[in-house]
């Protein structure tokens, strides 16, 4: 039976047979210790526990993980299986361990989970840094339950290596809708934006995240991968945990994301993905991000509210 085709208007990205091989050539693999200079800016294909011990000690600025939740899970050609909860603590403090020491002194932490695994994400982390916030962010897909409530958040922690970090609050600010503005004894607007087609405030970002858009199938950022996070997602937390040109480890890249907006945003990265498709598909992301450097959502320099339109973006027809 032949391949079904996709929709006209379906943007997700695959690969073909001559993109596999064209990505796979570029793909790092460690045999021994590697120079910082040898893995900046590349996507390294092998599972972190046999990678581990060739990486350089304190090189990294910020470490996200986005590791496999407590679930049982399919991620193409590997399956990973639900756990007894010590049983996961043991998995997640098994590698989480040794990544320690390729932290710099102030570097910060942000470990993704589920409702099942953000306690033992908790309890793992907090052994070996400095536990700052707990972000919670609604993840809009999802089919309904019948019998449960729906889950529609996930959470990530928010660590630090030690209490000298980076945060910059007021490169992370989000853009919201002014229901009722007021205005000064001048009579100019107070602490709000007032604009054509609305009036805004930027306000100062909370723990509660729910104006992120989970890929689908119309958007340019989405792949064929089950737990793909968002651009907008990584993007907050890397202009609110580096600098420019500091460096972005993934142990668990999937199809690139973290390494696809650390370029975006002018800084360096590190990959590591076992599967080479994902590490293909994260390749070609790559590629395409050095002639588009849009995020989905974050225009002017602030992140703007979910279906919340500024007139910049209304004039490209850029849907947020």
């Given at each position: 039976m032949p391949e079904k085709k996709p929709a006209k208007l379906n943007r997700t990205l695959r690969l073909d047979k001559a993109e596999i091989k064209k990505y796979a050539a570029g793909l790092v693999k460690l045999t021994e210790p590697a120079k910082i200079n040898s893995i900046v800016n590349k996507v390294i294909n092998q599972d972190i526990f046999d990678?581990?011990?060739?990486?350089?000690?304190?090189f990294v600025d910020l470490l996200f993980i986005d590791p496999p939740y407590n679930i049982s899970k399919r991620f193409n050609k590997i399956d990973?299986?639900?756990m007894d909860l010590y049983e996961y603590v043991k998995w997640l403090d098994s590698w989480l361990s040794k990544v320690v020491r390729l932290l710099k002194k102030n570097a910060s932490i942000y470990i993704c989970g589920d409702w099942k695994s953000s306690a033992a994400i908790f309890v793992t982390g907090s052994k070996y840094f400095e536990v700052r916030n707990r972000i919670t962010w609604e993840r809009e897909k999802g089919r309904g339950a019948k019998k449960n409530w729906k889950n529609c958040t996930e959470d990530i922690w928010f660590f630090t290596k030690s209490k000298n970090y980076i945060f910059n609050v007021n490169d992370v600010k989000l853009r919201?809708?002014?229901?009722?503005?007021?205005?000064?004894?001048?009579?100019?607007?107070?602490?709000?934006?007032?604009?054509k087609d609305g009036n805004f405030r930027d306000t100062f970002p909370s723990n509660i995240w729910n104006d992120i858009s989970v890929p689908f199938w119309s958007m340019p950022e989405n792949t064929d991968h089950p737990t793909q996070k968002p651009e907008k997602l990584l993007a907050k937390i890397i202009l609110a945990s580096t600098e420019k040109s500091d460096l972005v480890l993934d142990p668990f890249l999937g199809s690139g994301t973290t390494a696809v907006v650390a370029k975006k945003l002018g800084r360096k990265y590190v990959g590591i993905e076992v599967d080479e498709y994902y590490c293909c598909l994260a390749e070609k992301r790559l590629e395409l991000a050095e002639s588009n450097k849009r995020i989905q959502g974050y225009e002017d320099g602030v992140f703007w509210e979910r279906n919340t339109l500024s007139e910049q973006v209304k004039s490209k027809k850029i849907s947020i």
């Open positions: 990678v581990i011990e060739f990486l350089p000690s304190d990973f299986r639900e919201r809708k002014v229901i009722a503005p007021y205005k000064d004894e001048n009579r100019k607007p107070k602490d709000w934006i007032q604009k």
